[in-house]
């Protein structure tokens, strides 16, 4: 059934007058609004409301005036555009600024010393894509009783300074991805699975390398937009306070430093380096040892205990020599570098060294920087194993959680992650590169301590 129209205006001024005159006359004012209403054809009770609210506009009956009634509406639909346009502003900032829903250097324009957008003399400078991005988000957010819609949020981002017309929102939801963007969406999910398959350590640098080795193609500075554009960041180190101070040479009769702070080596099993480093656990410390073949960076042999007596030390090197021995690698004439802890200097781990004909060489007392490149590795080691939450899974319980992990990241470290010093490839395939072109039976075999490590 169609509505029933309104009256007019015309009609309705008509029918209150005509009824204000009846009633003015007391021996008509009884029924005169029904008769009115009767004779006009308007319900009674509409018209004594017309009646009613022009006796309070005239000052004969108390109540709120028609004209203050249209203030009160008019305020209070000031009031919800306010509180949409508060609304609009307020996402719209979250959304643009830095640390929020989208990174800032995503949204405008960067002063790079300063990092701070930029303003033109037409507002801030918002990419198109990102404006509408927003609008995707929050067209249909209810505020107020009312969706906000594309044209007022268009209208509240123009008053803010961000350029943008629902016109241009709606070609550009229109038009096309551009080849970029069909190149960008193809590249994240590469980007995203590369970042987590190498526990979450890698930047752009190596990202950009492996994406390359696995045979796509991409630019490094596309892969750091990208990332910055995700959010997506390598492992940072923290730096480790000071523990040792060199005290100098204070024992001529200890083995003499052949590497002299010059860490490299023209092929494998030339020159090994070792450290202990420490990892603090909820039952107690746990300790490890690493030997690691300068060459190649390879880890060729390590160990984790809860105590730092000479097996710990011991088992590492063991490990070392079996596998290249294994390998059916000479030994002979390596190098084997240590800083001066009571592990490497101990009897038993001397002989083990004259008996697979190594020769020792030791840094000087409490100076790291004798033995930079294992100190390098324990540090690298903490960051990426030791304090990476990837790694970590709730905390290290004790020494049985440490040797799994410990275990996982050798692995990791040795066939898969990247070294720029050895040209972005894993220190596996680097030892399969030289023996390719080096068979073991021509392995060298002139004594480093006479002819120099290279």
């Keep these: 059934m169609p509505a029933r129209p309104k009256y007019s205006p015309e009609l309705k001024e008509r029918a209150t007058r005509m009824a204000l005159d009846l009633r003015k006359d007391p021996a008509m004012a009884k029924g005169a609004v029904r008769r009115v209403g009767e004779q006009l054809g308007v319900h009674p009770e509409a018209l004594r409301t017309w009646v009613r609210q022009a006796e309070i506009d005239g000052g004969v009956a108390p109540g709120r005036t028609s004209e203050d009634t249209q203030r009160i509406a008019e305020l209070e639909r000031e009031v919800r555009e306010l509180r949409r346009a508060n609304e609009i502003l307020r996402t719209s900032a979250a959304f643009f600024a830095a640390g929020g829903a989208r990174p800032q250097n995503q949204v405008a324009h960067h002063d790079q010393r300063h990092a701070q957008p930029v303003e033109s003399d037409a507002g801030w400078e918002v990419p198109t894509q990102v404006a509408v991005d927003y609008i995707d988000a929050y067209r249909h957010q209810v505020v107020e009783g009312t969706a906000l819609g594309v044209e007022s949020i268009c209208r509240e981002l123009r008053s803010s300074g961000v350029q943008i017309a629902s016109s241009t929102y709606y070609a550009a939801k229109s038009r096309s991805p551009s080849a970029r963007s069909r190149r960008d969406a193809e590249l994240v999910p590469l980007i995203r699975r590369t970042h987590a398959e190498n526990l979450g350590v890698y930047g752009a640098r ?108 011991l088992d590492a090197l063991d490990m070392g020599l079996w596998a290249r021995r294994r390998a059916g690698q000479n030994l002979e004439g390596l190098v084997h570098h240590s800083d001066r802890g009571v592990q490497y200097r101990a009897i038993r781990y001397t002989e083990r060294l004259d008996e697979a004909e190594a020769v020792a060489s030791v840094g000087s007392k409490g100076d790291s920087y004798d033995n930079a490149m294992a100190e390098a590795f324990n540090s690298l080691f903490k960051a990426e194993c030791v304090r990476n939450p990837i790694m970590r899974r709730g905390g290290w319980r004790g020494i049985n959680d440490v040797e799994i992990a410990v275990a996982e990241y050798i692995d990791w470290y040795n066939h898969r992650r990247l070294h720029g010093e050895i040209g972005h490839i894993p220190p596996a395939e680097a030892e399969e590169l030289y023996w390719s072109k080096h068979p073991v039976d021509e392995y060298p075999q002139d004594h480093p301590a006479a002819a120099g490590i290279q």
């Design 206 to 313: 190596k990202i950009h390398a492996e994406l390359n080795r696995k045979g796509t193609a991409v630019a490094r500075c596309t892969v750091e937009r990208l990332m910055r554009a995700e959010g997506i960041r390598g492992l940072r180190r923290e730096r480790a306070p000071k523990t040792t101070i060199s005290e100098g040479d204070q024992n001529p009769m200890r083995p003499a430093d052949l590497v002299d702070r010059t860490f490299a080596a023209a092929a494998p099993n030339r020159l090994w380096v070792a450290d202990l480093t420490y990892i603090r656990t909820y039952s107690g410390w746990v300790y490890a040892a690493f030997v690691l073949d300068v060459f190649s960076r390879m880890i060729v042999g390590w160990q984790v205990s809860t105590s730092l007596r000479t097996d710990l030390a």
